[in-house]
């Protein structure tokens, strides 16, 4: 197995997979009498035909090392995770090359950081480093098969430094 380490989650590192989703230090603007910072637009939501869905994801936490043996991606659709727990979780990303994954990245959120995955990005399965794995997932429903998954041949073993 090829081993592949864990870096932090940073809006910079991840930008070519899809948007951090994180406070800013200010908010933009400040609503409901003054008690409540909105921090405005902080995803492109992608999606070819459909439309937006608000869905419940209740996963299983996982433990490193983290064995990763498939990715996936969504041609038709971004799809947001926001986890409803101040818990970090593992993020896995790989650059596409010529229609299949590169070598992939693994990412571990700070608590409170939340991701969307630009449409077409492979990305690992949603895996919680810890209880409760209950996440909102925005993403497209429609008609038409928006899932491909690649099986690696070898499988990557990730682990923090």
Request: glycine share 10%.
């Amino acid at each position: 197995m090829t081993a592949i380490l864990t870096q932090p989650l940073t809006a910079a590192a991840f930008a070519p997979y899809g948007d951090v989703l994180e406070l800013k230090s200010q908010p933009d603007k400040l609503i409901n009498q003054g008690l409540c910072g909105r921090h405005h637009d902080l995803a492109e939501m992608d999606f070819h035909g459909g439309r937006a869905g608000i869905s419940l994801f209740d996963a299983q936490p996982r433990s490193f090392p983290h064995t990763l043996d498939m990715v996936e991606r969504h041609p038709d659709g971004s799809q947001a995770f926001i986890p409803m727990s101040q818990n970090s979780f593992l993020v896995i990303v790989a650059p596409d090359q010529d229609g299949k994954p590169g070598t992939p990245l693994a990412f571990e959120t700070a608590p409170g950081q939340s991701i969307n995955l630009h449409r077409g990005t492979w990305h690992g399965v949603l895996t919680p480093l810890s209880a409760p794995g209950m996440f909102a997932v925005v993403d497209r429903i429609g008609d038409g098969d928006n899932l491909e998954e690649y099986w690696f041949d070898t499988p990557y073993r990730v682990s923090r430094p």
